[in-house]
């Protein structure tokens, strides 16, 4: 379970959420939810935030010669939500992310899309230069509302093992 409360005083607590390098198990799935149904602006914000000038992604008659006949949603910004839909669930009490690779996209994204995300547990070991922590390795996916996975890939994070968060040194 991701959500403990932490009692701060009678009758007063605060929200507790995220895992410790202990509640990890190898072949664990979590489901990460809400899901989101993407937007033409956060599409056309992202894409632009972002300094994005392929006009695959906001120029509507561009897109409309091309293979898909409509803008893509900026693949960017699909990994940034499936990664975010992941924190509370994987790296709420993270100390670092140590790498990501693996990303692969495999098939298009559009707006009016819902996406979902998952991730499961690769390995772990415990950290031999920091005893507090360990390392647990993940593969995220995101999944459209329909079943279609349209992107995967792997996260490595140092996560502090129980009693060794930041929160738990309040």
Known sequence: ???????????RYREDIGRY????????VYEHRPGRTITETDNVWFTQLTMNTHP???????????????PLVNSCLTLSMVAG??????SQKAVANLGWTDIKLTAPVFVGDTIYAESEVLEKRES????????????SKG???NGTQFMSYIRTML?????????DLD
Do not use: C, W
């Open 1 to 11: 379970m991701t959500y403990r409360p932490k009692e701060i005083s009678s009758n």
């Open 21 to 28: 390098f202990e509640d990890f198990q190898v072949g664990d």
């Open 56 to 70: 695959l992604h906001f120029d509507e008659a561009y897109a409309a010669k091309s293979e898909f006949g409509k």
């Open 85 to 90: 839909m992941s924190v509370s669930d994987t």
């Open 128 to 139: 031999k230069s920091r005893p507090t922590q360990g390392i647990v390795t993940i593969r």
């Open 143 to 145: 999944i459209k509302a």
């Open 159 to 167: 996560v502090p093992k129980k009693g060794n968060a930041i929160e």
